[in-house]
């Protein structure tokens, strides 16, 4: 019976045994799927993050793309605003020149303006003269036969 008794007791130990090493494999299995939650969902992470980084990346890339476009733009308006300037300039002193120049052309005409008044004033005054000559001849003239018929008549 002692022996049966070591049996049944070894019988039992083995089996608390087992079931410590079930329960510990079972725990261990729980803890390795857990672990293994944790892993996907850390790949996961690591994967949205990567992706989340290569977006960004990209949104710098073509940041920097138009920051590139936008100082050639500026370069190229700068240009530009400088030769409008030249041009507004340039444009400027023509219409200074022009209008100087007209300024001397309006004193030169009016000066011949002011020359042939005088002259057409001179005209009229000698024709009106000459008028007055031509009177004084036609008076005279017909004075004189007037009076050279009177006095061959007398």
């Known amino acids: 019976p002692q022996h049966l008794t070591n049996l049944s007791y070894s019988y039992l130990e083995l089996?608390?045994?087992d079931l410590s090493m079930s329960s510990i494999n079972t725990k261990a299995l729980k803890q390795i799927n857990e672990l293994r939650k944790?892993?996907?969902?850390?790949?996961?992470?690591?994967?949205e993050l990567l992706n989340q980084c290569l977006d960004l990346e990209g949104r710098l890339e073509r940041n920097d793309?138009?920051?590139?476009?936008?100082?050639?733009?500026?370069?190229?308006?700068h240009k530009l605003r400088e030769s409008t300037a030249k041009m507004e300039r340039d444009f400027m002193n023509e219409m200074n020149q022009i209008v100087g120049k007209m300024h001397v052309m309006e004193e030169e005409y009016e000066d011949k303006i002011g020359e042939r008044d005088d002259k057409i004033r001179r005209l009229e005054e000698e024709l009106r003269l000459l008028r007055v000559a031509k009177n004084l001849d036609d008076v005279t003239t017909t004075t004189s036969v007037m009076t050279g018929l009177g006095s061959s008549s007398i």
């Not at 920051?67 to 370069?75: F, L």
């Open 15 to 17: 089996d608390d045994t």
């Open 65 to 77: 793309t138009r920051n590139a476009y936008v100082r050639i733009y500026k370069s190229e308006n």
């Open 38 to 47: 944790r892993l996907r969902i850390q790949e996961n992470t690591k994967l």
